[in-house]
């Protein structure tokens, strides 16, 4: 005998199941009305795409900010040491000029004078904004970093404390 | 004689048209509920009635099962709100009236007396009741299939389409239960 009869009531009927529907029925939801009082009301589904919307907006401008001030940083030095002004002409005493017998009489703060003057080529000269500037976007990306860091040990003490339970588990397992 | 719980697994019934019919249905009427009409409630309530009265009766005292629908369906008015899926309805009334069930008996565990509050007035009722209480004693997974189907008349598809149960689960339990059930009433000896 298929079971067909009780499983979607078509096929061969079943007078067994047949029976006890007909015994059982008698038990069978009987409608009566719903009564939804008055001052019952359906609380609004909260939609929070707007807040989720604006917080990520935020948190992407931040993020490009702090990209563009870090790019800015090192895309500086390249055209700062293009910028960097050609040495000055010093008075320099070149190994080749025969000794005279003038040169004797060169105070010697003159010759360190000379000395100190030459500029070097691979460091940039900067501005007093510049500076100022630079300093405050290495400011930022130092938080940013510490902010990081924090995040970081803030994640890996929850994690290690979250289960220990599970921590021992996966000892015992690894040992 | 009967198929067996593998050939059943093999040869899932194909879903009824209804079902998907009846899932946008609800999804419509709770999006209309969710908007503020009153009326699209009370339609869901016509359709799931049926169910939550079945899912209540396979566990509490007959006397208790209407106002027990009722509450439910307050309860359900309540927190729509919360209810992620719209076309999952279904599963959730369901789980909010087995969870009603577990609490009615937390609540009343020593002021109920089950036994007679079954008894029915007439010949009939009493026999209902008697194999109401036969079922009841079957194990869970069954009796609440068996009720949803002899009682309240829900072919299977209709039942899994309405709890959330795949189709393949409920034909076993409902062949399982039904094997357990005969075995009671004693139909294998032809009574």
């Known amino acids: 005998m298929n079971d067909d009869y009780l499983w979607d009531k078509t096929g061969e009927p079943d007078p067994q199941v047949q029976e006890l529907e007909e015994i059982l029925g008698s038990l069978r939801y009987q409608p009566k009305p719903l009564q939804i009082p008055n001052e019952l009301r359906l609380p609004q589904r909260r939609n929070y795409f707007p807040w989720v919307a604006i917080a990520a907006g935020v948190s992407l401008a931040i993020l490009a900010g702090g990209i563009w001030l870090s790019t800015r940083s090192h895309g500086d030095a390249p055209q700062r040491q293009?910028?960097?002004?050609?040495p000055a002409p010093v008075k320099e005493v070149t190994p080749s000029a025969p000794k005279t017998p003038e040169r004797k009489n060169e105070s010697p703060e003159e010759v360190v004078a000379v000395h100190k003057h030459r500029p070097r080529a691979s460091v940039p000269v900067l501005s007093k904004r510049e500076r100022e500037e630079a300093l405050m976007a290495k400011e930022q990306v130092m938080l940013a970093l510490r902010l990081t860091t924090e995040k970081l040990s803030l994640v890996h003490k929850k994690t290690q404390n979250t289960n220990p339970a599970n921590q021992i588990k996966n000892q015992h397992r690894v040992g | 004689m009967y198929?067996?719980?593998?050939?059943?697994?093999?040869?899932?019934?194909?879903?009824?048209?209804?079902?998907?019919?009846?899932?946008?249905?609800?999804?419509?009427?709770?999006?209309?509920v969710l908007e503020g009409d009153r009326d699209g409630f009370t339609r869901l309530y016509d359709l799931y009635a049926p169910l939550v009265h079945g899912i209540l009766l396979a566990r509490v005292p007959r006397a208790?099962?209407?106002?027990?629908?009722?509450?439910?369906?307050?309860?359900a008015f309540k927190k729509l709100h919360t209810l992620r899926e719209s076309s999952s309805f279904g599963p959730w009334i369901a789980m909010i009236a087995r969870n009603r069930a577990v609490d009615f008996y937390r609540r009343s565990r020593e002021t109920v007396e089950i036994n007679d509050e079954l008894r029915g007035s007439n010949t009939q009722d009493s026999r209902a009741t008697e194999i109401l209480e036969l079922i009841r004693n079957l194990p869970e997974a069954y009796r609440e299939t068996l009720v949803l189907r002899l009682v309240e008349g829900m072919t299977g598809p209709e039942i899994a389409a309405r709890t959330g149960l795949t189709a393949a689960s409920v034909r076993v339990n409902l062949h399982r239960g039904m094997k357990l059930l005969r075995e009671q009433l004693g139909f294998m000896e032809g009574l």
């Open chain 2, 64 to 75: 208790e099962v209407d106002d027990l629908v009722q509450d439910i369906f307050l309860h």
């Open chain 1, 82 to 86: 293009a910028e960097v002004t050609p």
């Open chain 2, 3 to 32: 198929a067996t719980a593998d050939m059943l697994l093999t040869s899932p019934a194909p879903a009824a048209p209804e079902q998907s019919h009846e899932t946008a249905i609800e999804v419509v009427l709770v999006k209309a």
